[in-house]
């Protein structure tokens, strides 16, 4: 028995007996219990009436492949080598990797409904509550090196842009590797993260992991526990579906990287620029310790941002540099 078996007997609106759930499922009342007291930790809500038993308290849809698969273009399915869905991993990302590692991953996509060890730019963490984002990744083998690659990050921001935009959000784009929301208040909160991991030759073939976190819905207990500010798709676009929105971003992003080579991120680069979340801003620079004040401009061609500081003009080409903007 497994937390995505029991969620599933759950969702159907109906209430379940202890000792009808321990039949479905093969296990005692005793093991159905300890996973319940699982689901209420995972921040997962439960309707419990005596006499009754349990069901959810609302809808958690769960990540289904088949209909992921089934929902692709045929363009799509040409692009899509095999597609993994996993309840628990430490990382898709990391799954992506090792797949490599066995001389697969290109063309193959993760989705997983929690991780266990996620993280960000520069070793951040991050989490999400079971079943309540999107995580996503995605292997791809290229033949130019790693300078065909500039600016792919940003490329994947501006896709799931297209793709949240379709169902009436309106995110916005933080560089180098953020997707935002604003809130009723106006306050922006970040959506989503992307994290690109690049191996291989700098002027020969390389293989590229392309990861995403997308908040889906967040309970407000989650939020409260995080210290920064946090959106997710249904405080925009309320009934987005995951598999629905899985889809679509397959349908976008497959046939990105099959072309990035050609065409690189002057693609993509208008398109970023008019959802940029802080252009004409005051924002300060991070490098490492350092703090610098500035004024956000555009990106270029190749993805690098031009700051203007001091009646001076300097691009900024990532790496070790975050982005924050100043009230």
Request: glycine share 12%; charged share 25%; hydrophobic share 40%.
């Amino acid at each position: 028995m497994t937390i995505g078996d029991l969620i599933r007997l759950l969702s159907d609106g109906q209430f379940h007996s202890g000792e009808q759930l321990g039949e479905r499922l093969g296990v005692s009342r005793t093991a159905v219990w300890k996973q319940l007291k699982k689901l209420e930790a995972m921040d997962i809500p439960l309707d419990a009436v005596k006499g009754q038993g349990y069901r959810l308290a609302e809808p958690l849809e769960l990540l289904d492949g088949s209909a992921i698969v089934a929902g692709l273009s045929r363009a799509g399915r040409e692009h899509l080598v095999r597609l993994f869905i996993e309840e628990t991993l430490p990382s898709s990302n990391q799954f992506i990797r090792q797949r490599f590692e066995q001389e697969a991953g290109h063309g193959e996509v993760c989705l997983v409904e929690h991780q266990s060890a996620g993280r960000g730019r520069r070793g951040r963490s991050w989490t999400t509550p079971w079943g309540r984002a999107l995580m996503l990744s995605l292997g791809w083998r290229f033949d130019s090196g790693v300078a065909a690659l500039e600016g792919l990050s940003l490329a994947v921001g501006v896709a799931l842009a297209r793709v949240l935009e379709r169902h009436g959000a309106t995110p916005r784009l933080k560089w180098p590797n953020d997707v935002l929301l604003e809130d009723e208040s106006g306050r922006l909160g970040k959506l989503a993260g992307i994290l690109v991991e690049i191996s291989g030759d700098a002027e020969g073939p390389c293989e590229a992991v392309i990861g995403m976190g997308i908040n889906v819905s967040l309970p407000p207990r989650f939020r409260d526990t995080l210290d920064y500010p946090v959106a997710a798709i249904a405080d925009q676009a309320p009934g987005v579906s995951r598999n629905r929105l899985a889809i679509e971003l397959l349908e976008t992003l497959l046939p990105l990287l099959a072309d990035y080579e050609t065409h690189g991120f002057a693609a993509w680069r208008d398109e970023w620029n008019a959802r940029h979340a802080y252009a004409g801003c005051a924002i300060e620079v991070l490098r490492g310790d350092t703090r610098l004040q500035a004024v956000a401009e555009s990106v270029d061609e190749v993805g690098n941002l031009w700051i203007s500081r001091d009646g001076q003009r300097e691009r900024l080409a990532g790496g070790e540099i975050s982005v924050r903007g100043r009230s």
